[in-house]
């Protein structure tokens, strides 16, 4: 199985940055994508970011320019930088990792989610 924590959550004034990281553990081959998603009350889940395993990335058009996704393969970890922060950003956020078991078993797993709230 695998198991993926996300940490960096909280409360931040508009205007402001915070950080996320989702790291993966468990038994598995190797990471493929990895991604962020957010849901906001009342809302569908939606896709933030993502990015490859050979470091592509792509971005919703409203986070463009202020959020950024990484990678640190050696810690199966990704991360989102998010700077320029509104109250519309407020949302659960989900990291969602693409991982391959075995040489032809593929399965994607969420995080537990973390609240972030912008507001002043």
């Known amino acids: 199985q695998v198991q993926l924590v996300e940490s960096g959550g909280g409360l931040v004034q508009p205007g402001g940055s915070l950080g996320l990281s989702c790291a993966a553990s468990?038994?598995?081959?190797?990471?493929?994508?990895m991604a962020w998603y957010r849901q906001a009350p009342g809302k569908e889940r939606e896709l933030v970011a993502r990015?490859?395993?050979?470091?592509?990335?792509s971005y919703a058009d409203s986070v463009k320019g202020r959020f950024t996704i990484s990678r640190d393969n050696a810690k199966n970890t990704v991360y989102l930088q998010m700077n320029s922060l509104n109250p519309e950003d407020t949302a659960v956020y989900y990291c969602?990792?693409?991982?391959?078991?075995?040489?032809?078993?593929?399965?994607?797993?969420w995080g537990q989610g973390t609240q972030v709230t912008v507001s002043s």
């Open positions: 969602n990792v693409d991982v391959t078991i075995t040489g032809w078993i593929r399965n994607r797993y």
């Open positions: 468990g038994s598995f081959r190797s990471i493929n994508d």
């Open positions: 990015i490859t395993s050979g470091g592509t990335t």
